[in-house]
């Protein structure tokens, strides 16, 4: 931290370099004589403390914080299909469903019904997992968030 010797030492430097070369004319010309001199005075600048920056910041991450414990419903779209009714309901154990996507085609991953990654369906002891192999970019994240905010509040 600076002492209060040190500005002072600082303040008297700065006038007399504010008294010597920097007080001369801006500009002279010698063919108009009615040409004012123009002196420019110098001031020692005051900053703000660094100490209060926790203050005014906040502590780093402190926002992102709050939410890390916020759930969300993930789910993962193997595919769809459209059936009438009829074919529904004459459903039964063993039926085979076609969705419109190939084996090996990736799934979409959706975070709160928002498309947020692709990935490939994987097998972990007894259950499916989802390998993540592609992330959507922020501004396709960022449509979809708005697209469907306009559509609530029609």
Same mark, same amino acid.
């Given at each position: ?21 920097? %007080? ?5 010309? #010698?063919?108009? !004589?009615? +040409? &004012? ?57 063993? %039926? ?5 996507? #190939?084996?090996? !085609?990736? +799934? &979409? ?46």
């Amino acid at each position: 931290m600076f002492e209060d010797d040190d500005i002072k030492d600082f303040d008297e430097e700065l006038e007399a370099h504010a008294n010597s070369e920097f %007080s001369k004319p801006l500009f002279t010309d #010698a063919e108009d !004589e009615e +040409v &004012e001199e123009k002196t420019v005075t110098v001031q020692p600048v005051q900053f703000a403390s660094f100490e209060d920056m926790d203050q005014i910041q906040g502590p780093p991450n402190q926002n992102l914080n709050i939410l890390l414990d916020v759930k969300l419903q993930l789910t993962v779209e193997l595919g769809k299909t459209e059936l009438p009714i009829k074919k529904v309901l004459e459903l039964t154990k063993g %039926s085979i469903v076609t969705l419109n996507k #190939a084996a090996g !085609e990736p +799934v &979409e991953l959706y975070a709160n019904g928002k498309l947020i990654a692709y990935g490939e369906v994987v097998v972990i002891e007894d259950n499916f997992g989802l390998r993540i192999t592609h992330i959507t970019d922020p501004a396709r994240r960022l449509n979809t968030i708005s697209s469907n905010s306009n559509k609530d509040a029609e």
